[in-house]
């Protein structure tokens, strides 16, 4: 049985959701699912944009079918080989023998690694710039490389004004009967996610996502078309903002990220009480305890706040590992232009605070404040005023900024 969703007069999404994956890529947790979106275009000639996972294939190839009807499928656009969207492109095309790829050469050729087919027949290679007239719709294909692998190409419709815009502008989480991101309410819902999933996945690539919204930016948009989450077709403006901030990591408020790691609580007492003084200052807080805390979750907010204070304790004489986890996957996400302090605990040889200085130091554009506060197995009464100092610290920074 099919389901599709209507997005305009001759375009349909036909992915499909998928509820039970526990884990991204093998490494984002999605509680709330994820969807896998592909559209088929009705015109003169059919077209049929991307493919969808393998979990999502039976009721994938069904809402094709129920969309076609008796007509036959002219041209499938692949943007994206990843195989959350690719992997049902061999099943398409044995249904489809008539089918033309349309793609770009790196795509053909990782078509090839992932598939034992022959396209070299039923192949349209395209270039950037390139067109192709279907009817009454010309599709303009626009490169976006490492957004976020090396062949993504996005397709922009002249006629309908819509991006398919590839794995850009996309959210985790499963769409709920809603298609379109204005029957939600997505600031509240949704943002939390959409900033998860553009950190993580292609947080590293910020340069490659400017150059793509240069392109995006000269262009008149009515609609975007993700390959996951919702379909963008109001305050369209609002969330490229949202991406403009994330890929110049520009801090989107301003506030102080409290990210600690403690295994008997003194530590965490100490980032609790941080967060308190700076409250009673008048700064916002988010506080998360690493070893509860998904990194992915800390990334995210990473690229939300603009200070950072990172506390641990000392562990085989190094940073805590949930700690650590998280610094490097925020050093390989490239995250820059920020205010950092920190917190070290140590019983007896309190390194932590080093370390972790370490890691963050060559980062671009970060200030390291020097007033780190040190631990020895517990805060004591007498340290309030290095913790009152460390809030002045940061208040000042902020005050600057």
């Not at 950037?128 to 062949?151: C, D, I, Q, R, Y």
């Not at 907010?301 to 641990?312: E, G, L, Q, Y």
């Not at 040190?374 to 000042?396: C, N, T």
Request: with cysteine; hydrophobic share 45%; charged share 20%.
């Amino acid at each position: 049985m099919y389901c599709t969703k209507k997005i305009t007069e001759d375009l349909f999404w036909v992915g499909g959701n998928d509820r039970r994956l526990a884990m991204f890529e093998g490494v984002y947790s999605v509680p709330d699912g994820v969807s896998y979106n592909s559209y088929v275009l009705l015109d003169k000639a059919t077209v049929l944009f991307d493919t969808v996972d393998k979990a999502v294939c039976k009721v994938f190839l069904e809402n094709i079918a129920h969309v076609l009807g008796d007509r036959k499928l002219d041209y499938l656009v692949v943007q994206h080989m990843e195989p959350d969207h690719s992997e049902s492109l061999a099943a398409v095309l044995a249904l489809h023998p008539e089918t033309i790829v349309v793609c770009n050469a790196k795509s053909i050729a990782l078509i090839q690694q992932f598939f034992d087919i022959d396209i070299a027949g039923r192949s349209l290679i395209v270039e950037e710039g390139s067109t192709l007239n279907t009817g009454k719709h010309e599709l303009m294909f626009l490169s976006a490389p490492m957004v976020h692998w090396p062949e993504v190409m996005t397709t922009y419709d002249k006629t309908d004004k819509i991006l398919f815009s590839a794995d850009a502008f996309g959210s985790f989480g499963a769409l709920n009967g809603a298609i379109f991101a204005d029957e939600v309410d997505f600031d509240r819902d949704y943002m939390d996610e959409a900033r998860r999933y553009y950190a993580n996945i292609t947080g590293k690539y910020g340069p490659q996502v400017q150059t793509m919204l240069k392109k995006v930016l000269f262009v008149e948009l009515a609609m975007i078309c993700p390959l996951h989450g919702f379909v963008w077709r109001g305050n369209i403006a609002g969330f490229i903002e949202k991406y403009q901030k994330w890929s110049t990591y520009t801090p989107e408020e301003t506030g102080v990220m409290i990210a600690y790691a403690s295994v008997y609580g003194n530590t965490a007492n100490a980032a609790e009480i941080l967060a308190c003084r700076l409250r009673d200052k008048g700064v916002k807080t988010a506080v998360y305890d690493v070893s509860v805390t998904p990194v992915s979750a800390v990334v995210a907010a990473a690229f939300r706040w603009s200070h950072f204070v990172f506390a641990s304790t000392t562990y085989n004489a190094g940073i805590f590992v949930c700690m650590e986890e998280l610094l490097r996957d925020l050093a390989a996400h490239n995250i820059q232009n920020r205010t950092v302090a920190f917190i070290e605990n140590g019983s007896w040889a309190a390194t932590s605070g080093e370390l972790m200085r370490k890691i963050i130091a060559p980062l671009k554009n970060m200030t390291l404040i020097d007033a780190t506060v040190r631990l020895k197995s517990a805060l004591k009464d007498s340290q309030s005023q290095e913790i009152d100092l460390l809030v002045s610290e940061i208040l000042a920074r902020i005050d600057r900024a």
